[in-house]
């Protein structure tokens, strides 16, 4: 199908959060947006806002590596993740097995 003929829902900023439940992203480098068959199962659409140029010869992108993280970053704010522990510049990269406890959930679960 054209992608003229379908109508995409509006696109919010992402600053905005405005996330719901299960969330899936898809992405794409077309500057035309998703094909029509992968933004028909699509609920809602993001985007990363730009600064605004009077000239398209001046319009400044942000690639889609850099967008993936700024948008990365909303979304765990949103969810209210927990930031990964670091130990001075490196983040702790203990290997847990499923269902084992770190030592800060096992000192938070003997606190209760």
Partial sequence: ENTASYEYPSSRPVHRRQFRGNTAFLCTKNWRGLPVEQARICDSFIHVPHVAAEKPSQAMFVDIQSSISIIFHHFTAWAQYN????????????????????????AEKAAK
């Fill in 83 to 106: 930031e990964r522990e670091s130990e001075g510049q490196k983040f702790d990269v203990a290997v847990f097995q499923k269902g084992q406890l770190s030592e800060q959930e096992k």
